[in-house]
């Protein structure tokens, strides 16, 4: 079946740059993206999502990007901090309440 | 903002018994709840999609029969796993959609399944 992939397992940077998470998915019908974030023994939390009306979407220290044509979607977090040590998923809507997640890429921010 | 409550955080069993998951919706109210499976290093799988007042849609490979959902209320839908088996061992994690905030999914906190 059609599911949501990431490009990478693990993605260490230092603190206080900039990290890119990318994540490619393959229904092209899908119209709404989640980015979430699983620290260790915990449920996922939601960190932004994006409609596919729209390419780029910004909150706090975040922004999402989505490139329909390619059908790939990313993560940037600025300005990384130890907190944001965890591994963050995309999430995909399929319709009918469905969330397909990829698999996961492991952030480690080094001090 | 919406909070799902999911109990017990942590479970250990010993095989063949059957255990019991709760997942509610403290602040809001949720015709439908989702119910996760996460094994080690891996990605969330969906199990099965529980509808309050109806029953269960299940993922393709996954037993009903096993994987007992019961959505009595607006505000709870349970999860048991019946016959446990050590391959049961688990992080199972509940989701709920708060209608009042579009598409949002709010996720429970997650319960470690062990069976011994």
């Known amino acids: 079946g059609e599911s949501v992939g990431l490009h990478l397992p693990t993605l260490s940077v230092q603190e206080g740059d900039n990290s890119i998470i990318n994540c490619a998915y393959s229904?092209?019908?899908?119209?709404?993206f989640i980015w979430y974030k699983q620290e260790s023994g915990k449920g996922p939390q939601f960190i932004i999502d994006?409609?596919?009306?729209?390419d780029k979407r910004q909150g706090q220290r975040v922004t999402v990007l989505l490139n329909k044509t390619v059908k790939h979607l990313s993560l940037q977090i600025a300005a990384t901090q130890p907190g944001d040590s965890a591994v963050y998923f995309c999430?995909?809507?399929?319709?009918?309440?469905?969330?397909?997640f990829g698999q996961g890429t492991r952030l480690t921010i080094n001090p | 903002g919406a909070v799902v409550s999911q109990h017990p955080s942590r479970v250990i069993c010993k095989s063949g018994t059957s255990v019991k998951i709760e997942c509610r919706s403290l602040?809001?109210?949720?015709?439908?709840m989702f119910w996760y499976r996460q094994f080690p290093k891996q990605s969330l799988m969906l199990m099965a999609t529980?509808?309050?007042?109806?029953?269960?849609?299940?993922e393709q490979g996954v037993e009903k029969d096993k994987f007992l959902i019961n959505h009595a209320s607006l505000t709870l839908s349970t999860l048991t796993v019946t016959s446990a088996h050590p391959e049961d061992s688990s992080f199972y994690i509940c989701?709920?959609?708060?209608?009042?905030?579009?598409?949002?999914?709010?996720f429970g906190s997650g319960t470690r399944l062990t069976v011994v």
């Open positions: 989701s709920a959609r708060d209608s009042r905030r579009g598409d949002g999914y709010t």
């Open positions: 229904n092209s019908a899908s119209d709404y």
């Open positions: 994006i409609r596919s009306n729209m």
């Open positions: 999430a995909e809507n399929q319709g009918a309440q469905k969330l397909v």
């Open positions: 602040d809001f109210q949720a015709t439908t």
């Open positions: 529980s509808n309050e007042g109806s029953k269960a849609t299940y």
